[in-house]
């Protein structure tokens, strides 16, 4: 069941390779990748360590690796510079030299923070993603995306840095708490939202078999998951334009996750609330035909995902949503959608909109 998807950046292109099983491979997948290098910096975080890092090391010193380790406290409220700053501190007590690679073993805020640190160590050096959430595997791992949180924002302090290799095991999600496999199918509900309204359906069709990461449906929908994700990426790289179409819910999910402190909702689950209201205002704009909110109600509640839009005030909304990265000067920009597979950029929306559509949900 390998698949490998080639992201054609040109001198910086990189594969993403999807095989069960293939962790045992890394330390050859590495030397293939990195092929100058001799020493690697592994950075994960208390919880994967335990599960996987023996594996990797041993992976990797069977192929001649000299391995050294950084492990973090794991939770999206560690995403921040204070902790970002101990992987710098990894990663100069091991004196890695300008070619040697970072390997971000763990879910989106591993990857994201080690990238940033990867991107900032030495003005550069090689990282890979080995994503171990289905959140990673099929959206944060991808593109090139690095950054840490800051309390104005989420990942307002990052940078873009495209990785040497995507090195992703389906099987590793056997170990994932049920919720985090929920909240990692909320990003895969999204390209479907945005992209292809068969692929949404199919899921709709193949809901309990994903939830029970049957690696058949696993493998085909992180590989689907990457591929459009990297074919906007390789479109626009740096996010002036088509990128923004892969933010559908976020500008409300991030401002979720913000009011909330990260720490009530999971990413994926915050990404969720966020569609279902980008559908309800893209209705109530005159953009979607009605219906368009229900289908994405229904393959939310499908995937056992969160509905409820929590109560906060409408001040509260527009500060957290005006801190968004995506924004341009003041303007706040939303993905909104003419229907299921079918998004686009509305810089368009009024407050008094926003309003009524806060208030629609707590009537």
Request: with cysteine; proline share 4%; hydrophobic share 45%.
């Amino acid at each position: 069941m390998k698949k490998v998807y080639r992201v054609d950046l040109g001198d910086r292109a990189y594969d993403i390779h999807i095989e069960p099983g293939c962790l045992n491979q890394i330390g050859q997948a590495l030397r293939e990748a990195v092929p100058e290098a001799g020493r690697c910096l592994v950075v994960t975080n208390e919880t994967i360590a335990p599960l996987y890092l023996d594996q990797v090391t041993a992976s990797l010193e069977q192929t001649g690796w000299i391995c050294f380790h950084c492990i973090l406290p794991d939770g999206e409220c560690f995403k921040t510079l204070d902790t970002w700053s101990k992987i710098l501190d990894a990663m100069m007590d091991a004196r890695l030299a300008r070619n040697e690679p970072a390997l971000a073993l763990g879910g989106g805020v591993i990857g994201d923070m080690a990238g940033f640190a990867a991107a900032c160590y030495r003005r550069g050096i090689p990282y890979v993603q080995i994503p171990t959430t289905l959140l990673a595997q099929v959206d944060s791992s991808v593109g090139g995306k690095t950054a840490v949180n800051h309390p104005h924002g989420k990942n307002m302090i990052g940078a873009f840095y495209q990785p040497r290799l995507v090195w992703i095991d389906p099987r590793v999600l056997k170990t994932l708490e049920p919720r985090e496999v929920r909240a990692g199918l909320a990003e895969v509900i999204k390209y479907g939202a945005i992209w292809d309204r068969r692929f949404f359906d199919w899921l709709q069709d193949v809901m309990p078999r994903a939830l029970a990461l049957d690696e058949e449906v696993a493998s085909q929908m992180i590989l689907s998951s990457c591929r459009y994700k990297a074919e906007i990426v390789m479109a626009d790289e740096t996010e002036r334009g088509q990128r923004a179409l892969l933010n559908l819910g976020h500008t409300f999910g991030h401002a979720i996750e913000a009011l909330t402190g990260y720490r009530r909702y999971l990413h994926g689950e915050a990404v969720g609330l966020g569609m279902r209201m980008a559908a309800r205002l893209s209705e109530q704009k005159g953009f979607a035909p009605a219906g368009c909110e229900d289908a994405i109600l229904r393959l939310l509640r499908a995937a056992g995902l969160p509905t409820e839009i929590p109560f906060f005030s409408f001040r509260d909304w527009m500060d957290a949503m005006g801190h968004d990265k995506k924004n341009i000067g003041t303007l706040v920009r939303f993905v909104l959608m003419h229907d299921i597979g079918h998004a686009f950029i509305c810089e368009d929306v009024q407050a008094n909109e926003i309003e009524r559509l806060i208030a629609s949900f707590h009537a």
